[in-house]
């Protein structure tokens, strides 16, 4: 099987979840996808990586991270996935205390090129946060994975934010809950 269906397969056997949620944006929906279910063991781990060192390599990147806590997983398993890159993770906020960084691990350097990765974009309003702090520390997006795209109009914001650098969704929740109750084509 395909690092691309084994991801799929996994997240759709461990991570979604039918039921009321309240999202990060405050919306209420009928069904959440909990991607570190699926992502955090190990056969989505490995596809996971496979596929991100993958998109590490075709954009030139010397960084894979974004926002605490999506990006946790992609990022470590792209450097599990044989990327030669410096992995980190953007802070919500600012730590106020020790070397007060908001961008943790190895230091980048000024023009750093940073593939940004999340577990799930919704509005997108969490992975457009990760690409605003690399930006304002002076490195440069070349694109940006997720793992998951609710199909909510998050990647619109993403490629907005990010001058249009190339956006790819591992997996669609079309792929993962075909029968999800908000769909609108069919
Ligand atoms: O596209 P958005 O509307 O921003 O929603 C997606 C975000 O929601 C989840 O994070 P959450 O805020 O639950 O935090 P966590 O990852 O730290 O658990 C997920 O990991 C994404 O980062
Ligand atoms: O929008 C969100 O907060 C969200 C939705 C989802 O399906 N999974 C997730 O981790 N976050």
New binding site residues.
Partial sequence: MSAKDTLVEELRRHALIIGEVT???GATAQYYVD??RAILRPAGFTALGELVAHYARQWEATAVGG????ADAPACAALAGGADVKAFFVR?ESKAHGLQRKVEGPPLQPGERCLIV??????????VQAIEAVRAEGYDVVGVVTVLDRLAG?AEKIKLASDDAPYEALATIDEVYPDRPDRTDG
């Fill in positions: 999202l990060t944006s991607a570190k926002l605490t806590m999506g919500k999340e577990d799930v974009v919704t509005t997108g309003g969490s992975t998050g």
